[in-house]
């Protein structure tokens, strides 16, 4: 069994201040863990993935999320959110069947 | 490259009727995966196919079924519907079936039971 928790339903940030969206998993078995971003109206896009090796990965857009094992926690990081940040964000754990959280709300504001 | 497609955008039915949501993987994808979606929460996985099979099911009733077709193009059934049914249903496809495959999604078919 899996499941994620995501434990901030809304942040609100003001541009070029950093944001840490946070994601708690559980897993019984070998973990897969995924950020993906919904923007109004829109499906999910990928924002980055952990499968295996370093514990930090980068997205191209400036987010980076560290896998930690002994705190089972996929926390995603800005150092400097824009207005276009703005959107859903979903944590999840999985192989081919993903567990989603509920979602974290991100409105940045000017 | 065209990316993944669904069929139809917005959709209203009343309790009791059937209903077939489409998908159309991105090219070259053999496996697809279908997630409900309701208000305020996070993606449900329902269930994938991967070359025409079943390749798993979530913890949905069994009217919900689905299909894929040799272009590895799916659809979506849900009969008897009910009111919780209302719901974004989303389509993702993958290169393969196996885990860390990343799973691109389609924006969604939004159903309304009234």
């Known amino acids: 069994a899996q499941s994620v928790t995501q434990l901030d339903s809304q942040v609100p940030v003001f541009e070029e201040a950093p944001v840490e969206l946070r994601c708690n998993y559980s897993s019984s078995v070998s973990v897969y863990l995924f950020w993906y971003v919904q923007y109004p109206n829109q499906g999910l896009q990928l924002l980055l993935k952990y499968l295996s090796g370093s514990t930090l990965v980068e997205s191209i857009n400036g987010f980076e999320a560290e896998f930690n094992k002994s705190q089972t926690s996929f926390h995603l990081r800005k150092p400097s959110v824009h207005i276009s940040d703005t959107a859903e964000y979903f944590c999840?754990?999985?192989?081919?069947?993903?567990?989603f959280g509920a979602g974290t709300t991100v409105t940045v504001r000017a | 490259e065209t990316g993944v497609t669904q069929s139809p955008t917005h959709l209203i039915k009343t309790r009791g009727q059937q209903v077939t949501l489409r998908c159309s993987s991105q090219s070259g994808h053999n496996t697809v995966s279908w997630y409900q979606q309701a208000l305020g929460q996070g993606p449900q996985f329902i269930f994938q196919y991967y070359r025409e099979e079943e390749n798993g099911r979530g913890n949905f009733p069994p009217r919900f079924s689905g299909l894929q077709f040799p272009n590895y193009s799916s659809e979506l059934n849900v009969n008897a519907l009910e009111l919780d049914d209302s719901a974004l249903y989303l389509c993702?496809?993958?290169?393969?079936?196996?885990?860390?495959?990343?799973?691109?999604f389609g924006p969604g078919t939004r159903l309304t039971v009234l």
């Open positions: 999840a754990v999985g192989d081919y069947k993903l567990s």
């Open positions: 993702a496809s993958s290169l393969g079936a196996t885990g860390g495959n990343e799973q691109f």
